[in-house]
């Protein structure tokens, strides 16, 4: 790198923002972070990574590897080590609670892992040297020269920032992606995709008693009518992680808010038809609950992730319903292709040229992948409530989808991917 190595802004401090702050130190370059709270923290309970996110984790940095790995649960069982979930039928009527039928699984090499948000942000945050996150910046505009110069970077407390690039990892809501398509944009605010969720914890030994130890210790993904259930354990499995979903057509109540506080006599409500195995993991949720409306990007996908010398990654690009469990995973492979984009030489030697290069190419190479994630996790969301076209309640149609659309998720390799962007950033620049 040269003396004078240029400055990239992050705007974000989540689980994006953080892993790519940390690839691109590792690789010599110049960084400081933008997060609007005033300290780091991610909102949610648990969340996965499959096998292509924890290899592009490793690409991004061992240590961000080593932090997953101090705070992952797997599944409890060893001969379900390498099971991503069972898929049962949680809509029987007549099976006993804890008995319902096995439809069928899907595995990989990592099987079910899962760690807290807010432990595994801890961890890696742990990675950032001091003076590089700024806390209390509310991004209100960018102003990106035409020629030489610095972009600038104006918040909502009256402080400015100068960096040579700009990098959006402010999630669902990101104010980067608004600035990038103008304000009035469809595509500015993220849509309601007309589903919900239900988010609880039960103590592993309620959990056991209740339901069995197959059911509370291993990842199981309860199928219905309109609605499904997965638990699975979290903190060393300590804990069973209940993520109850419904869909309606409804509106949601509040669109400036996420999330909304519940009772549990509403969750009862929306499963009262569902089979004795969900009534009974509902009935053990606290009284008071969150409910999660599940929006995304699918409706709106934005034409290009870049602009200039301004660029978004993660969910403040393509943010994505949860139902593939593969959001935060495909943020990091984002990160991972990034990194090796802005490390490339000839991205220095071209100076302001280099950069706009290098997002043009990230752009280029990821949307396709990014945008196919967000419209398939609408889909396996219906193949789970048996509402997609042309599958309905066939098992064994659902299982054969299910597996083809994951196993394009988990079987993509970082090395190849980082490959591509760098043949097309060689093209861009003619190099």
């Known amino acids: 790198m040269p003396e004078n190595k240029p400055t990239i802004a992050i705007v974000g401090g989540g689980i994006s923002g953080v892993v790519l702050a940390i690839a691109l130190i590792r690789r010599g370059l110049g960084v400081q972070v933008y997060e609007q709270a ?43 080590k390498n099971i991503w979930f069972d898929f049962q039928d949680g809509y029987a009527k007549d ?52 020629g030489e110069g610095k ?63 197959d059911n509370a210790k291993n990842g199981k993904m309860h199928l219905g009518k309109n609605g499904h259930i997965l638990t699975f354990p979290v903190q060393h499995g300590e804990v069973m992680n209940v993520v109850a979903f419904k869909t309606n057509d409804n509106d949601w109540p509040d669109p400036t808010r996420m999330t909304l506080p519940a009772k549990k006599e509403q969750a009862c409500e929306d499963f009262k038809d569902f089979g004795p195995t969900i009534r009974k993991i509902i009935d053990m949720l606290d009284s008071d609950l969150d409910c999660w409306a599940i929006f995304d990007t699918g409706d709106h996908p934005m034409p290009a992730y870049n602009k200039g010398r301004v660029c978004v990654i993660g969910d403040a690009a393509h943010a994505t319903s949860p139902h593939h469990g593969a959001g935060a995973g495909i943020c990091i492979e984002d990160a991972a292709v ?41 889909r396996t969301g219906d193949l789970y409530e048996w509402r997609a076209d042309g599958v309905g309640e066939d098992a064994e149609k659902i299982h054969q989808e299910c597996k ?17 962007a760098k043949q097309s950033l060689a093209t861009i620049l003619k190099v």
């Open 38 to 80: 005033h300290a780091f923290g991610e909102i949610g309970a648990g969340v996965a990574f499959s096998p292509n996110a924890i290899r592009s984790m490793q690409a991004c940095s061992p240590d961000i590897y080593d932090a997953f790995e101090r705070v992952v649960t797997h599944n409890q069982w060893p001969s379900k």
């Open 95 to 146: 099976s006993k609670v804890g008995e319902e039928k096995l439809l069928f699984s899907l595995e990989n090499d990592y099987g079910a892992n899962s760690v807290h948000r807010a432990d595994f942000l801890a961890e890696i945050v742990k990675l950032v040297p001091e003076g590089v996150t700024h806390f209390k910046k509310h991004l209100d505009t960018i102003e990106q020269p035409t």
């Open 151 to 213: 972009v600038t970077l104006r918040f909502h407390d009256g402080t400015t920032a100068e960096a040579d690039a700009v990098i959006g990892c402010d999630g669902i809501k990101a104010r980067t992606r608004a600035w990038m398509l103008g304000d009035e944009h469809p595509g500015a605010a993220p849509v309601y995709t007309h589903k919900y969720a239900y988010r609880g914890l039960i103590p592993m030994d309620r959990a056991v008693e209740a339901l069995g130890d």
């Open 338 to 378: 990034m990194a090796d984009l802005l490390a490339d030489p000839s991205v220095h030697k071209a100076g302001i040229k280099g950069f706009e290069a290098a997002f043009q190419a990230f752009s280029d190479c990821r949307k396709e992948r990014t945008q196919w994630l967000v419209q398939s996790s609408r």
């Open 404 to 420: 083809e659309r994951n196993d394009r998720i988990w079987n993509a390799q970082v090395d190849v991917m980082v490959k591509e």
